[in-house]
């Protein structure tokens, strides 16, 4: 099976991420999509992070109604902070049978080359990489642009202004649950 790994913090997941995964899947590029919620960024302040199982709960709400959309903890149990390169060997150990392929923003590779061990990635994976405002592409490589607009709203921008806009970029069910649970500075009414 062709599997495209989005590792991410999803704090929270919105329908952005949700469209890009589908889209993927549609230009059948990846047969489905792992959202692998980092529990830990090594380039984000853990302390401006909502908990780990909160957000891989958002997850798997905005997940659960789609057979090839999956919330992963597999970084749950690895050794914190979780750097891709790791979490990539443990992945191939665990499904020798399956072909990865990882999906990033083209902010992300931009910088790939800051990452721990990013040789071992670009050597191994292909990357599936969608437009984010202000970063071109200008060496794909063996890797593939994916078609279309994506991600124009960002979690940060959720985070920081919890207004309408926000509220309509989350599944109904995961907004609830961040009012249930008062996150983002959202309230229970």
């Not at 495209?4 to 047969?31: C, M, R, W, Y």
């Not at 060997?89 to 990865?100: A, E, G, I, N, S």
Request: with cysteine.
């Amino acid at each position: 099976m062709t599997i495209g790994l989005f590792f991410g913090t999803f704090d929270p997941i919105h329908f952005g991420h949700i469209e890009l995964a589908k889209s993927v899947i549609n230009q059948k590029l990846v047969e489905i999509v792992w959202f692998v919620v980092t529990p830990r960024s090594p380039f984000k302040e853990s302390n401006n992070i909502t908990a780990p199982d909160h957000r891989l709960n958002m997850v798997e709400i905005a997940t659960q109604n789609n057979d090839v959309l999956v919330a992963s903890d597999l970084e749950f149990n690895l050794v914190s902070p979780q750097y891709t390169a790791q979490t990539l060997r443990h992945v191939k150990t665990m499904y020798p049978k399956d072909l990865f392929k990882i999906i990033m923003g083209s902010d992300n590779y931009d910088d790939i080359s800051k990452w721990y061990n990013y040789e071992y990635i670009v050597n191994n994976f292909q990357l599936l990489i969608y437009n984010r405002k202000g970063h071109q592409i200008n060496n794909l490589k063996k890797n593939q642009l994916i078609q279309g607009e994506h991600l124009m709203i960002s979690s940060s921008m959720i985070r920081g202004n919890f207004n309408d806009i926000a509220i309509k970029s989350l599944d109904p069910n995961v907004y609830q649950y961040v009012k249930k649970h008062s996150l983002y500075g959202c309230s229970q009414d």
